[in-house]
């Protein structure tokens, strides 16, 4: 009875891993319908050859530990500094993520500025405070870069990913865009010059969202593919586009000429172009210009505070960040429809169904 279950698990995985990606499955059929109206075999994709994303140790960023001993800080009960410092001391401070680090030099960063309101402004205390004030606010930038490039959750959303995605996926794109709007938000805050006026208004509910979107793109890779999505439907609609434009000359138009092959043509566009394929590049146009502006600010925001890239994060960044990838896939886009224009108008085909 267990070696029955076995197998039947195994061939229930083998089949799940099996099963045809459903937008590589619409783009091959797309291929193989005007190859076999055309006479021709199907040209193959050549490989991809993208800027990948950099390893975490060249891109993390040196900053300078500043700690404040247990004995000094005792006199900071008063103005609520104390506890926050014992927690950062303590066994579980010692080992946070990079999102919990942030977290807590946001924090830090606040009350030490309520703290500097409040203290003798004459103590020794606070002239040892403003000089650790100084200190994180001109770190900060350089802690958000290593939170948001190198921390796990944060990093796996840019490596890229295998798959396209599938024509009704949606899962992990809202909470993406939620993440980076939020990130994008934050680091302008808190680079602008009054960066005491950014944490009057930074709540501390507001610091807490850091943990909150952590937690909601943790299972999700939503950002790489779709950089994935975009590259290669480019590599695939160019290898289309070439070979009907290869055999542009072959399909014969004119008066009282028979014009089937054209016809035929036409009508695999409309039935899998139009109908499937149109609608998939359009989403995801529309997601990546949703979340384009948010990663070229927060990059571009951190570069001018001092954060050095190497320049394999310059080369990621102008494809992915600044738009490098859209504007291959929307040239790609525009041949592939050029093609259909120059044939309709040549064979005096109407735009629409027929």
Not at 123 to 135: A, D, F, K, R, T
Request: one cysteine or more; glycine letters at 4%; charged letters at 15%.
């Amino acid at each position: 009875m267990m070696k029955i279950l076995l197998f039947v698990l195994c061939c229930a995985l083998l089949i799940t891993s099996c099963k045809e990606n459903a937008t590589n499955a619409q783009l091959n059929t797309y291929q193989q319908r005007l190859a076999n109206v055309l006479e021709i075999t199907p040209a193959d994709t050549p490989p991809l050859n993208l800027p990948t994303y950099p390893d975490t140790r060249s891109l993390k960023q040196p900053v300078a530990d500043i700690r404040m001993g247990l004995l000094d800080a005792y006199e900071l009960r008063q103005c609520g500094l104390f506890q926050l410092i014992a927690e950062r001391n303590s066994v579980l401070g010692k080992v946070q993520d990079q999102t919990r680090q942030l977290r807590y030099e946001l924090l830090f960063l606040k009350q030490l500025s309520h703290c500097l309101t409040v203290l003798n402004s004459t103590s020794e205390l606070q002239s040892q405070l403003n000089g650790i004030y100084q200190q994180k606010q001109q770190q900060l930038p350089l802690k958000i870069w290593n939170m948001v490039f190198t921390g796990n959750e944060w990093r796996q959303q840019f490596t890229l990913g295998h798959q396209l995605l599938e024509p009704q996926q949606v899962g992990g794109y809202i909470e993406t865009v939620a993440a980076f709007n939020y990130l994008d938000t934050l680091t302008t805050t808190m680079t602008s010059q009054s960066i005491s006026q950014a944490l009057v208004t930074l709540t501390p509910n507001h610091i807490e969202q850091l943990l909150y979107h952590q937690q909601q793109i943790h299972n999700t890779q939503y950002l790489g593919q779709l950089f994935y999505s975009m590259a290669q439907i480019t590599a695939e609609l160019n290898t289309i586009t070439a070979q009907l434009t290869q055999h542009e000359n072959n399909v014969i138009c004119g008066k009282n000429i028979n014009q089937q092959q054209a016809q035929y043509l036409r009508n695999v566009f409309y039935k899998y172009y139009v109908n499937d394929i149109q609608p998939y590049l359009s989403k995801l146009q529309s997601q990546y210009q949703q979340l384009q502006p948010y990663l070229d600010s927060l990059y571009t925001t951190l570069i001018q505070h001092h954060a050095q890239p190497p320049a394999m994060m310059t080369l990621y960044a102008r494809y992915y960040f600044q738009g490098e990838v859209q504007r291959q896939f929307q040239q790609a886009t525009i041949e592939h429809v050029s093609y259909w224009q120059r044939l309709f108008k040549r064979c005096q085909f109407k735009v629409g169904h027929q």
